[in-house]
């Protein structure tokens, strides 16, 4: 990390001034917020948080921002040159180009903490589901066994590929079915022939395991978990964005409710696309 800081650094040091309109960024469809809501929003927290950023010159305050339904289409969007960057968390970008020689990373940002959390329905099963989530995520918490996935599967982005997770099947329990995007690798991850793994899979059999339900996966875009979970195609989503700072949360729209948190992180990175 330190030599990955140092770099950037040097980047930003580097860099001359541009000129002329800012630059056009790309990041993953927010659930609850406008493109031009969601950039004022990032503009105004950041300006309320004594954070630090390493960036080259050319981020102005007339950046503006494109969403993408998946991290796919993002990225070719980078490579087409329809966007000049594409944030993402840092555990994302290090992935990225770890994986890809054609992606640099520009630009490191430290921001008020993210977390993750599953979301279900408003009704009877949801709420159900979220006593019993809740129950079994801070159990994980209590014995170390979120800390030990963690460095598991998110300590080396890209570095290795990881499994799938074996679930426990239980054959006279209940099937709950759980939207995964494999929108922000490797914590949200699906192999090229569309089966899920790595970290997604391994909390969710452990949640499985612990609740006594079997688990059934359903592969999805990021844009589309809330469509999913209102119509009644899975019963809980994987991951919804959340600041808990008080204010509007851009990811959660109304009528969601959330488990406890199970992942945080406050490092955003920029990509860009550079052919070495």
């Given at each position: ?21 800012g630059?056009?960024?790309g990041?993953?469809?927010k ?21 630090w ?13 494109a ?13 087409s040159?329809?966007i ?6 840092a ?7 770890n ?39 801070k ?24 499994a ?10 209940q099937?709950?079915r ?44 990021a ?6 979970l209102?119509?009644?195609?899975v ?9 808990q700072?008080?204010?509007k ?5 109304d ?8 992942y ?10 550079s052919?070495?």
């Amino acid at each position: 990390m330190k030599k990955l800081l140092a770099a950037l650094l040097a980047v930003g040091l580097l860099a001359g001034t541009a000129s002329g309109a800012g630059l056009r960024m790309g990041v993953l469809t927010k659930q609850n917020m406008s493109e031009e809501e969601f950039i004022s929003s990032v503009m105004a927290a950041e300006a309320g948080f004594l954070g630090w950023r390493i960036k080259n010159a050319e981020h102005r305050s007339e950046d503006s921002l494109a969403y993408f339904d998946s991290l796919n289409a993002m990225l070719m969007a980078l490579r087409s040159g329809r966007i000049d960057e594409a944030a993402m968390p840092a555990f994302v970008a290090e992935y990225v180009v770890n994986m890809n020689d054609d992606f640099t990373i520009i630009c490191a940002i430290r921001m008020p903490t993210t977390h993750l959390a599953l979301g279900f329905r408003n009704d009877d099963l949801g709420r159900r589901l979220r006593e019993m989530v809740n129950i079994a995520l801070k159990s994980m918490k209590t014995d170390a066994t979120l800390d030990i996935l963690h460095a598991k599967y998110l300590g080396m982005p890209g570095k290795s590929q990881p499994a799938a997770a074996v679930f426990t099947n239980f054959p006279r329990a209940q099937t709950i079915r759980v939207a995964v995007t494999g929108d922000l690798p490797p914590l949200d991850m699906i192999s090229p022939n569309g089966t899920p793994v790595g970290y997604n899979t391994a909390v969710l059999a452990e949640l499985g395991r612990r609740m006594g339900l079997n688990i059934e996966l359903v592969n999805i875009e990021a844009s589309a978990r809330t469509s999913a979970l209102t119509s009644g195609r899975v019963d809980a989503v994987f991951w919804y964005q959340v600041w808990q700072t008080g204010g509007k949360e851009p990811d959660l729209p109304d009528g969601v409710l959330l488990s406890e948190t199970y992942y945080g992180w406050d490092m955003f990175m920029h990509l860009k696309h550079s052919v070495r």
